[in-house]
């Protein structure tokens, strides 16, 4: 089983002269206790081509020291990372390979640099005793491991002890270093540096394959005079999808071993992702050749409804937990809280398997190397290369009048199932809408973002609608089996009670909200 710490630290050029200052001088450290000498021996692993120094993710195999290892750092912001680690073995652990398989591709991991440090640590304790920061002073050797000159430094790190201490506390221990004359790194990491100032083959990040598409209009990539547009130095149509396609594309990598690790919320965000690149696929067909991108769209959808399992499962359960609670006791008769909790754990269970097995399998990897193929070698149109605001623009108010056209059917519709349905459509017409708007803010900026968020209000009422219906087809479940195990099924049918009427309502809000979502009258 993995340990994960949370690493947030600062890093300080030092030199053989440098002396620490009186650290007992900031607010809150009380003594400066020192530990005594540590030898490590760190080998570094990545690709061939650096792919995951150029995604700032270390992964190393260290001995001597305290926790000695296999560790995986991966950024969660500046300056602060998680570190995943399990015991030494001989090769890189298959579960920390899983977790950075997004940025390998499937490319094997080799020893790429190996360092050696002298550690000298001192730990900042308050009045109480407890350890505040850890204080290291490193003499370091690095050297490739294919063969090369040997680079010596030394440096300074300061780390807080633990995930909930103050991070105001390393500004308090930067500031007295600065004031004895110490330096911030310029590296970010020790793995940095030793790049850096070893040479070796290949700078840190692949060039991306070729994809080798061809486009609509008979080009290959970047058409002659693209990202120029009609005026010098204004974005392109071609610029502003592509950079948001980049996003997308850069938050499903990074999401990866967050869903893998099942941390809040990743499973959903990545699904975004996934829909936000297939609608900017479909909206802007004018940038994009769609005979290159429609495939690709596929096997995004397919991704989507995959992590959807996990996904609507976690949103159903907690909607029906949260009404369960919002009855009175008197009104929830039986065992209607452990039914539901059985009943999600069992869907729980299978849900996350099939989400491992989904990041697992080669379609999925496939789908990742198609991305980045299509990135380093976009099938552009000859419209990529006019204004931005002209061509998206039209694009954005395509997708509203089609949301116009499934609203007015969804409310025109019979009530029941075939409304339902109607309204399902429009809530995905919606998406669409509010994602091509949102592509397209860098250029058409506060007109856009107002309406997105009226265009977002509308998809909210839509989904609330939604999710209703699959409720009530659960609460149906749920009262069957309650049923069949001799409990009364009163509880689960008042909610359903409930659920109805709240769709009820939504579809009376849908209109007076619908209104306030025209485009601007000057788009």
């Known amino acids: 089983m993995a340990d994960t710490v949370r690493e947030i630290e600062r890093k300080y050029e030092a030199t053989d002269e440098t002396e620490l200052p009186d650290l007992t001088a900031v607010d809150r450290v009380a003594e400066v206790v020192e530990q005594g000498v540590a030898e490590l021996d760190a080998t570094y692993y990545d690709t061939a081509g650096q792919r995951l120094a150029a995604a700032g993710v270390t992964l190393r195999r260290r001995t001597g020291g305290q926790d000695a290892g296999w560790h995986l750092k991966l950024p969660v912001a500046l300056g602060i990372r998680d570190e995943v680690r399990l015991p030494l073995s001989d090769t890189p652990p298959p579960e920390l390979t899983a977790l950075v398989r997004s940025r ?108 080798g598409k061809k486009s609509e209009d008979g080009g290959k990539g970047r058409e002659k005079g693209q990202g120029q547009g009609k005026g010098k130095g204004k974005a392109t149509a071609g610029d502003i999808v592509l950079r948001y396609l980049r996003e997308q594309v850069h938050t499903i990598t990074e999401l990866d071993p967050a869903v893998r690790r099942d941390l809040p919320d990743s499973v959903h965000q990545m699904r975004v992702a996934t829909r936000r690149l297939r609608s900017a696929f479909r909206s802007y067909t004018k940038v994009l050749d769609r005979a290159v991108t429609r495939p690709i769209g596929l096997e995004l959808q397919w991704l989507a409804a995959e992590l959807g399992i996990d996904r609507d499962r976690e949103v159903l359960t907690a909607r029906l937990r949260d009404a369960l609670a919002e009855l009175p006791r008197t009104l929830r008769l039986g065992p209607v809280s452990a039914r539901l909790r059985i009943w999600s754990e069992r869907r729980r269970a299978g849900s996350r398997r099939e989400v491992l097995t989904t990041l697992d399998g080669e379609r999925y990897l496939e789908l990742l190397r198609t991305l980045e193929a299509l990135l380093a070698d976009p099938p552009l149109r000859r419209a990529a290369a006019l204004p931005a605001s002209e061509v998206l623009v039209k694009a954005v108010l395509k997708d509203h009048a089609r949301l116009a056209d499934r609203i007015e059917a969804a409310l025109a519709a019979p009530a029941g199932a075939a409304r339902d349905e109607a309204l399902h459509s429009a ?94 009258a000057d788009w």
């Open 104 to 211: 390998t591709l499937g490319r094997e991991l080799v020893p790429v640099v190996r360092l050696r440090t002298r550690r000298t640590v001192r730990l900042l304790r308050d009045a109480d005793g407890a350890t505040l920061a850890e204080v290291a002073l490193d003499a370091v050797r690095a050297a490739r491991v294919d063969g090369g000159a040997e680079v010596r430094w030394r440096e300074i790190e300061v780390e807080l002890a633990g995930e909930g201490d103050d991070p105001g506390l390393l500004d308090e221990v930067g500031e007295a270093l600065a004031a004895a004359g110490v330096r911030p790194a310029r590296a970010a990491s020790k793995l940095e540096r030793a790049l850096a100032e070893t040479g070796g083959e290949g700078a840190p990040g692949e060039p991306a394959e070729r994809s």
């Open 427 to 520: 809530r995905k017409a919606a998406k669409r809408v509010r994602y091509a708007a949102e592509a397209a803010r860098p250029v058409l900026g506060k007109p856009a973002k107002k309406f997105t968020k009226r265009t977002k209000r509308v998809q909210q009422v839509l989904g609330d609608h939604q999710d209703s219906v699959v409720a009530r087809a659960a609460l149906r479940e749920l009262a069957t089996q309650a049923q069949r195990a001799g409990e009364g099924a009163f509880t689960f049918g008042l909610l359903y009670g409930r659920e109805e009427a709240l769709a009820d309502r939504r579809e009376r809000e849908l209109p007076g909200v619908w209104a306030k979502a025209a485009p601007p």
